[in-house]
């Protein structure tokens, strides 16, 4: 099967240069979805003024020369309204009913992605801030993986530093035993803001915790084994997380600032030796061509504090090294806060400079909007704290639970369902919006069964299955062929082709929005043609394997792009 606007692109293009000659051959047909035809081509509006022609004559050029399995239509003052026929609409989902890939390419040559996502900080406990770059990021990675893409993830923990010191002298006042069962608990705030208080009231202790950062530093042996402790413990919470998120992080893909710590210090000298760095106010910056700060003075990207400390820039430039020339990276995504932008943007020129982010690989920032409560603000408790995602994750479950009430399930089974559709509808709202966007939780408006959400779509999966069962037929044995004879069954076909071009679109652009988008625009053309189309009562035999094959065929769609998206649908809702 090919892709709709890749064949009409094609076709036009050829159109153009057998009309206007082979130097047009490579012009953009403009192809749209329209609502007038299946697409339309505006590409003589741009054309007509470099051909001095009027737009409406030189569309009737290309329509002319137009060889389509279809129709074309010239309106207005240029358009091309351009109609596939039924039966190459049937035809093209009939080869995608035997494809194990449904019409999604490989990516050829296949890229070495890395992405870094998730990225808590081992100081504190996840939070609802955590949520959209946990599970934007593990949809990128299943997209760019079933794009057959070799995907490295990295979870850059913030597991190292000064504030260390005082982490580890507060475990030791409290025993050991008693800091594991606290961080295991996801109670990291409260660990950290007791530390803290000593470490502001108590000079014994501030004099203990800043002499523990010195061995830290120095990677002292008993040093080293309390901050496994305190790692190992605060590691198994966030485990806890994405477990119940359905993620697929693991211990394997933790790659945090402490992995770093012996590239520092040579990070430094190397830029410093080759010029690319130099010393401003007694601290080690580069600067990067283009940023500016106050009165137009060249903005730092500091390297070494004036203190000899490092910090985030230099974890960031031996991150980049890393990548670069270790993990080979062709591409390198950092699921990361719109906040941040200024960082990265410098990150990216300053590590240009130095040669570690060489022209031929890519790096990304997947810019992170906030989550905000139905007030407009950041989503926090009427305390004003940040809500734990634990908690969110449970009481969106709880929440499901209530949803499904009066269905007939044993517990066991109920529980199972509330899980998938508690995350589904948690990790959809937060999928479904651009990124880089705000967006208000609201859990009422997630769980809907209608409208644009994960359960809409979970329940779609559930109301295709709960056809073949009551007809009696295996799923993975309709293959119809397929025949269209009504305007839905046209309409639903027509949509299941674009699986694949949408699913490259989200690899090429980081935007896993648009395969929400296309997801629901698919529930709901089943949902038009399940009301219109009868399949297991249908006419005739023929007419119901037709409808059979095209309700397997949006069944296997559907549950494809909710597992790219980090979705799983139950059998039964």
């Known amino acids: ?97 035997t494809d194990d890939r449904l019409g999604v390419a490989r990516e050829l040559p296949s890229k070495t992605v890395v992405v870094d996502y998730s990225a808590p900080n081992a100081a504190k406990e996840m939070h609802v801030g955590h949520l959209r770059t946990t599970v934007v990021g593990d949809a990128l990675v299943r997209v760019q993986e079933h794009l057959g893409n070799r995907v490295v993830r990295q979870n850059h923990l913030g597991d190292w530093g000064t504030p260390f010191g005082m982490l580890i002298e507060h475990l030791l006042d409290i025993g050991e035993e008693a800091a594991v069962a606290q961080l295991e608990a996801g109670n990291g705030n409260d660990y950290y803001q ?39 413990a605060t590691v198994r919470y966030f485990n806890k997380v994405y477990t119940q998120l359905g993620v697929t992080l693991t211990d394997d893909d933790i790659a945090g600032e402490s992995m770093y710590n012996h590239a520092l210090a040579q990070v430094c000298d190397e830029l410093q030796e080759r010029g690319i760095a130099e010393i401003s106010d007694g601290a080690l910056c580069v600067f990067p061509p283009g940023f500016t700060g106050r009165e137009g003075a060249p903005l730092p990207f500091m390297i070494r504090k004036s203190d000899g400390g490092y910090g985030y820039a230099t ?62 603000k950041m989503f926090k408790t009427r305390a004003g704290k940040s809500i734990k995602l634990l908690e969110l994750l449970d009481e969106a479950e709880t929440r499901a639970a209530a949803v499904l009430a009066d269905r007939d399930y044993d517990d066991a089974t109920r529980a199972e369902i509330a899980h998938a559709v508690g995350m589904g509808a948690v990790k959809y709202a937060d999928l479904s919006v651009s990124h880089d966007s705000e967006y208000v939780f609201d859990f009422d408006r997630m769980l809907a069964l209608t409208g644009n959400t994960g359960p809409y779509l979970q329940y779609a999966t559930a109301r295709i299955r709960s056809i073949f069962r009551r007809g009696g037929y295996d799923p993975a044995a309709s293959y119809g062929p397929i025949v269209i004879t009504h305007p839905a069954e046209r309409a639903l076909a027509l949509a299941l082709l674009g699986f694949g071009p949408v699913v490259a679109e989200v690899g090429a652009r980081n935007e896993p929005h648009r395969l929400c988008a296309y997801l629901f625009d698919l529930a709901s053309a089943f949902t038009t043609f399940f009301e219109n189309c009868p399949v297991l009562k249908a006419d005739s035999e023929e007419e119901r394997q037709s409808r059979l094959a095209l309700s397997q065929l949006t069944l296997r769609v559907l549950l494809q792009g909710l597992d790219l998206l980090g979705i799983t649908a139950p059998e039964r809702m």
């Open 315 to 376: 974890t960031d430039m031996a991150t980049m090294r890393y990548r670069v020339q270790d993990l080979k990276a062709d591409r390198i995504l950092y699921v990361i806060g719109v906040t941040q932008s200024l960082h990265l943007q410098m990150l990216f020129a300053s590590a240009k400079m130095a040669g570690w982010l060489p022209d031929h690989v890519s790096a990304e920032h997947v810019q992170i909007g906030s989550v905000l409560g139905s007030d407009g």
């Open 194 to 232: 007791a530390a803290r208080a000593k470490f502001d009231a108590d000079p014994k202790f501030n004099r203990r915790a800043r002499a523990r950062v010195v061995t830290l530093q120095a990677e002292d042996p008993e040093t080293m084994r309390l901050w496994r402790i305190f790692m190992d």
């Open 1 to 97: 099967m090919t892709d709709p606007q890749l064949v009409l692109a094609e076709r036009v293009q050829q159109a153009l240069a057998t009309a206007f000659g082979q130097e047009y051959a490579a012009e953009d047909p403009l192809i749209r979805p329209s609502q007038f035809a299946d697409y339309q081509a505006n590409v003589a509006m741009s054309l007509a003024k470099r051909l001095r022609r009027a737009p409406r004559d030189v569309a009737q050029e290309i329509a002319a020369n137009l060889d389509l399995p279809g129709t074309v239509e010239v309106s207005g003052p240029g358009f091309l309204n351009l109609r596939f026929h039924d039966a190459w609409i049937a035809a093209e989902a009939g080869a995608m009913l």
